[in-house]
């Protein structure tokens, strides 16, 4: 019976990964129509708002405390393998980030949308399930996964508008690579999606702002796009 739930919630991980990829597209397509209802892009007819702080602590919550749930859950048999804890661990660190010490060293920052607030919760729930159960549950490597040499590569953070985008992208690709999994990619791909069409939006902006903005730098992939 273990093993039938057990396949069971494999299938559902992977439905909502693909599932994922496919609201990533939706959201890719929808940032090249209209603009994003976030920061200085944000529209006057968007009245309810949260301050930024509190925003930006609500919002990425679930991603943080999902996973150390699944720390702290006795039922969690994948946890006991060492590259699952690094993993989850690479995921709880941004997210530590995000949601404890980012917002208290923002210097203002514009109150919120609420509508994206709640989009934003939306996801993280939905993402941080996603990542934990299956790192937690599903994911099996070998003890030495961590020290592939598939994982010795490197970067070039430059000539971008968007260099932070960029590094958030590369940070999920090189999340998805180490754990090898159609969640993690699908993670990754639903990043670049969102946020490459804000990365449009800055690029965009500063180009109207500042006519000495260099013309030759990209939006978010160096020398590409």
């Given amino acids: 019976m273990a093993t039938a739930t057990g396949v069971a919630e494999e299938r559902l991980l992977a439905a ?39 925003a930006w602590v609500v919002q990425e919550l679930p991603s943080l405390a999902l996973p150390l749930y699944q720390y702290a859950s006795e039922s969690a048999p994948r946890l006991r393998s060492a590259p699952n804890c690094i993993l ?41 399930y996603l990542q934990s ?35 958030e992208i590369m940070e999920w690709c090189g999340y998805a690579l180490a754990s090898w999994s159609v969640q993690g990619a699908a993670f990754a791909f639903f990043t670049f999606c969102f946020l490459s ?5 800055h690029h965009e902006w500063y180009l109207r702002k500042f006519e000495e903005y260099p013309k030759f730098r990209k939006i978010i992939i160096p020398f590409l796009f």
């Fill in 16 to 54: 909502l990964a693909y599932l994922q990829c496919a609201v990533g597209c939706a959201v890719f397509a929808r940032n090249r129509q209209t603009n994003s209802v976030y920061g200085r892009h944000a529209l006057p007819s968007h009245r309810l708002r949260v301050p930024a702080r509190a």
């Fill in 88 to 128: 989850l661990a690479m995921f709880l660190v941004h997210y530590g980030h995000r949601c404890l010490i980012y917002p208290f060293l923002m210097r203002g920052g514009k109150p919120m949308p609420l509508l994206a607030c709640t989009m934003a919760i939306m996801f993280c729930t939905c993402n941080g």
């Fill in 133 to 167: 159960r299956y790192l937690s549950h599903c994911a099996v490597y070998a003890d030495d996964w961590v020290t592939d040499p598939r994982f010795l590569i490197g970067g070039l953070f430059e000539y971008v508008t968007a260099a932070n985008y960029f590094g």
């Fill in 197 to 201: 069409g804000r990365a449009k939006e």
